[in-house]
């Protein structure tokens, strides 16, 4: 992947969070001033486009999650946003908020939490130590 900016984002990611949370990318977006402060940590287009090649290829352990339409469209959008879906049986409108994104995301934990329970995700091999990353960018 590419390093040092998949090792900033990484750091973005971690740092202040809770152990085990689950942090989306449109939430980083969002805490980055919607996206135009990515320029700032990274070109973050680049590094998940290489973690993509990397699934692509078998070179670590990924899953696909099978969220639902509005569950994945929230947890898309951002923290605050809403998604309105139209209900045909009952002619209506439907508005899903931070409160459904945060269920879908602990549904999203419990899931992984079973799978990694059995047995830990595969990073891929031939990763570099987060120290030696960022030495190299500083240096």
Known sequence: M????????HDLLTRDRQQGEIIPLSTLSHELGGGAD???VGDWERVTTDLVQLVHAGDCDALSLGLAEVARALVCAGPRSHVRAFDAAAGE??????????AALAE??????????EQEFW?????LPRSIARRKYLS
Do not use: K, M, N, T
């Open 123 to 127: 990073p891929g091999d031939g990763l």
């Open 108 to 117: 999203v934990g419990a899931f992984l939490a079973s799978l990694v329970a």
């Open 93 to 102: 409108f439907i508005d899903y908020g931070p409160e459904e994104r945060a």
């Open 38 to 40: 990515w320029p700032v």
């Open 2 to 9: 590419c390093q040092p900016d998949g090792d900033r984002i």
